[in-house]
Structure formats: structure tokens, C-alpha cells
């Protein structure tokens, strides 16, 4: 089963048990703690947008949706940023959001230093860093890529893309729409260079049929003065 069917099935099901109408906020928080933990989930944001998910709003789990927030569209170092504020995170946890980490740096960079990726994913040397990129990235097909020992530095052929911000989607829709408007443009100058190619070639065909027409005219005028001599 590849990545993608898998990843959609997951965020079905949880989407799913997240929406039940017998849902309370324990068994949401206890949702919430699965789906982060989950080793082969790694978008959230459809459950994020659950509406059930407002039960936890003002109650003892209300730090299960910053958590989710966090694995939406976070990284490690947000987590320690705001260790204070949110529940500690188990090791399946910490795992997955060290890989959440590592796409999100993928996505602006394509060639990430050494010393780079062990600062944001808190590793202390080399070896550990590969083992992770490894065995937590290439072999759970959330990233390919070469490592550069020589270079220090960890070559991205490929990486899973994360959820978008909010703010990343209005700016998605402003690039789209800009790129539609520029299309639309250049599909109705197509259109006409087409009409236009269309109208030169019947213009054509009339102005070869006249000539067709003319070269006839002047055979029989030809054939009617030999008559005539005759």
C-alpha cells in the first residue's frame, strides 16, 4: 500500500472517530494522543478542523488541541519553545514531530548541513543524525535523499509535503488565482492567434479559388480566340 492511500485512510479514520457524536473531550484528547503517536500519520489538519474538537475548548484536555496545532504545523523547536505550556510529549511523539522537523526544513532547502539538522532536531553527533535520517525518514518513505559526509550535509531528492498554515493557503490562493488570471490571458491570446491563423487561411483559400477562377476564364478566352482563328 503506498504512502499516500495509507496516510488518507488514517486521517479518514480519525477524522471519523474525531466527528462521533458520542465523543467527549477525554476520548478526543485520547484521539488526539493516538494520532500524534501514530508511526504512519503525518498530516493533521483535517482532524484539527473537526468541529467536535471545540468540546476541549476550557477543560482539563484543552492542551490536546495546542498539541495538535503543533504536529499540524510545528517542529521540535516549537516544542521546546513552549515546553511550559503543553503536555510532555511521549517517545513515539517526539519521534514524530523530529520528522515533521525534517520536512518542514526540506520544504524551503534542498540541501541541509549537518549542523543545521542537529541543532533543530537536537541530536549530538553525526552518526546519531544519520541513523534518524535513515531508519525515521528514508525507510518510513517520508524522504529520500543522499547523505554527504564529506560535505556534511543531507541532499533532498524528495520529501512528503506538510499541512499548510492558514496563512500559506491564502497565499496559495493569491498565487493561484494570479497565475489563472495570467492563463486566462493567454488562452484568450491563443484563441485569437488561432481565429486569426483560421481567417488567414480561408482568406487564402478565396484568394487562390479567384485565382483558380481567373486562370479558367482566361483558358476559355484562349480556346474561343483559337476557335475564332481557325
Known amino acids: ?29 485520547a484521539l488526539i494522543l493516538e494520532a500524534t503517536a501514530h508511526p504512519s500519520l503525518f498530516a493533521f489538519s483535517e482532524i484539527l478542523s473537526v468541529p467536535n474538537l471545540a468540546k476541549l475548548k476550557g477543560t482539563q484536555y ?11 504545523y510545528g ?13 510532555t510529549l ?14 518542514t526544513l526540506a520544504e524551503t532547502e534542498k540541501v541541509l548541513p ?29 524522504a529520500r535523499g543522499k547523505l554527504d559526509q564529506l560535505r556534511r550535509c543531507f541532499e533532498v531528492q524528495f520529501a512528503a509535503g506538510r499541512d499548510l498554515r492558514p496563512e500559506q493557503l491564502d497565499n496559495m490562493i493569491h498565487t ?22 483560421d481567417t488567414m487561411s480561408e482568406a487564402n483559400k478565396i484568394h487562390k479559388k479567384e485565382i483558380m477562377d481567373k486562370v479558367e476564364e482566361v483558358k476559355k478566352s484562349l480556346k474561343v480566340s483559337l476557335k475564332i482563328q481557325q
Open 75 to 87: 517542529t521540535w523547536s516549537d516544542y521546546k519553545r513552549n515546553v511550559g505550556c503543553l503536555p
Open 62 to 72: 484543552s492542551s490536546s488541541l495546542d498539541v495538535l496545532r503543533l504536529f499540524s
Open 1 to 29: 500500500m503506498d504512502i499516500e492511500r495509507k496516510q488518507s485512510e488514517l486521517i479518514d479514520h480519525f477524522v471519523k472517530q474525531a466527528a462521533g457524536e458520542d465523543a467527549s473531550a477525554s476520548n478526543l484528547a
Open 114 to 142: 549537518y549542523d543545521q539538522l542537529m541543532e533543530e532536531l537536537d541530536v549530538s553527533n553525526v552518526r546519531e543524525l544519520e541513523d534518524f535520517l535513515i531508519n525515521e525518514c528514508m525507510y518510513a518513505g517520508i
Open 176 to 197: 493561484l488565482s494570479s497565475w489563472l488570471g495570467t492563463s486566462d490571458s493567454l488562452l484568450h491570446l491563443i484563441q485569437e492567434k488561432i481565429k486569426w491563423a
Open 90 to 103: 511521549l517517545p513515539d511523539q517526539i519521534r514524530k514531530l523530529k520528522q515533521l522537523t525534517v520536512l
